[in-house]
């Protein structure tokens, strides 16, 4: 799974797609997911990296996981 090359993004969260002109505001973690995405990390590098940095337990990274990458395709910013 890879973003899309021409993803504008900014470290506050901001992601910009500018193939449709949609914008979108990212929390931390979901910030910290779309570096790593473009940084071509895995989904379970990617993983290993939020569970090590933030307070969070994994069952529940699983579930919002699922969440933002639905997000991510609806949003059109991710590759096919």
């Known amino acids: 799974m890879q973003l899309k090359k021409n993803i504008a993004t ?3 969260g901001f992601i ?8 979108f505001s990212a929390n931390p973690i979901a910030a910290e ?6 940084k071509g990390e895995s989904s379970s590098s990617i993983k290993k990296i ?3 940095k933030y307070d969070v337990e994994p069952n529940q990274l699983e579930a919002d996981w699922d ?3 639905v997000q991510l395709k609806d949003g059109n910013l991710l590759e096919n």
């Open 33 to 38: 997911i779309i570096v790593q995405l473009k």
């Open 67 to 69: 969440d933002f990458i």
């Open 10 to 12: 900014s470290d506050s």
């Open 50 to 52: 939020i569970i090590e």
């Open 16 to 23: 910009f797609n500018p193939s449709t002109g949609d914008s």
